[in-house]
């Protein structure tokens, strides 16, 4: 047995001994995950940040160049799956070539011992998701924030001829000071890359040209974080149907409840902005991301003299 603190609570913990590699177990007081500190090369991992179906991240310390950083691990299972590790490699590679303030960055990417693991900047003090799930909804200046940073981080990936193509409020993480930073580009694709088999991306914030059309470009990640910004605002999901082949068609055939319908206080200004990024048509959508935030801006500028003088 070994006495482990919870990174969230802080709780002293015991961890069986028989306890696997990089396995962890629940913390008895807020059922965080709680694990023995492993070393995977210069990398000390300490906390579970989150897992996924292929992956797990750590919160870890390099401890050559002393500094806290996140260790996603690639689980062991799929290390012989060709496919899951060229898209792990493609991620890897995409996300380090973007180097911007709202983009969580990529240092690394190694393996150790058959684990093949991407090192980057932590973000672990919660995401988008959260603080819907904890408020309801989210203040219309907080969202327009969001708006303004993560549309400011599409931009450089649009310039990258990248395409997010998963833009929802899980994958807007925060760090330790506050700031949202995008993340997860595990189905990232170039623009001139051929679509592949199958429509990946989340129902509830997916472009509805994605789903009718097969196509897919800058103005749908534009759409996605449209999309993103309307279940913050509103707390509520732009469309959501009993199932989720009906949830996807109703982005292409049903109309959008505008945001004041749902909530009266929230800005025209703001309103319009998200309602024009999520037009059907993406050709009256934002010309590019730059016009988006700059609508973005105008409406917080408008609001924080309205609210403050």
Same mark, same amino acid.
């Given at each position: 047995?070994?006495? =482990? ?11 069986? /001994? ?33 897992? #996924?179906? %292929?992956?797990?991240?750590? !919160? ?9 950083? /996140?260790?996603?691990? %690639? ?17 890897? @590679? ?11 960055? =990529? *240092? ?29 909804? =989210?203040?219309?200046? *907080? ?34 000071? #506050?700031?949202?930073?995008?993340? +997860? ?11 592949? +088999? ?16 097969? @196509? ?10 449209? /999309?993103? %910004? ?17 949830? =996807? ?28 990024? %999520? ?22 500028? !408008? ?7």
């Amino acid at each position: 047995m070994a006495m =482990v603190p919870c990174e969230r609570c802080g709780a002293q913990n015991f961890i069986p /001994a028989d306890l696997g590699m990089f396995q962890y177990a629940s913390c008895k007081q807020c059922g965080h995950a709680v694990m023995t500190p492993v070393k995977l090369d210069q990398f000390e991992l300490r906390a579970v940040c989150g897992s #996924g179906g %292929m992956a797990t991240v750590y !919160r870890a310390h390099d401890e050559i160049l002393d500094r806290d950083v /996140a260790v996603k691990l %690639m689980q062991p299972e799929f290390a012989g799956d060709q496919n899951a590790m060229a898209g792990f490699f493609r991620e890897a @590679r995409y996300q380090a070539s973007l180097n911007h303030t709202h983009i969580v960055q =990529v *240092y690394n990417y190694g393996e150790h011992s058959g684990y093949k693991y991407l090192v980057m900047e932590v973000a672990d003090r919660g995401d988008l998701d959260g603080l819907i799930k904890k408020h309801g909804r =989210v203040d219309e200046l *907080y969202v327009l924030d969001v708006g303004i940073k993560i549309s400011s981080a599409l931009e450089l990936v649009a310039k990258k001829n990248l395409i997010h193509l998963d833009l929802k409020p899980d994958n807007i993480l925060y760090n330790s000071d #506050g700031e949202p930073k995008l993340t +997860d580009f595990g189905i990232c694709r170039r623009t001139d890359e051929p679509r592949g +088999d199958g429509l990946v991306g989340t129902p509830f914030y997916i472009a509805p040209e994605r789903v009718a059309l097969g @196509r897919q470009d800058f103005r749908s990640d534009m759409y996605s974080l449209g /999309a993103t %910004m309307y279940h913050a605002i509103t707390g509520r999901v732009p469309f959501d149907g009993p199932t989720v082949e009906e949830t =996807v068609w109703m982005h292409v055939k049903t109309r959008l409840v505008p945001p004041r319908k749902l909530v009266k206080d929230i800005s025209k200004d703001t309103e319009a902005a998200i309602l024009r990024s %999520m037009h059907k048509d993406p050709a009256k959508r934002y010309e590019n991301f730059e016009d988006f935030r700059m609508a973005l801006e105008a409406a917080r500028s !408008r609001l924080l003299v309205k609210r403050y003088g």
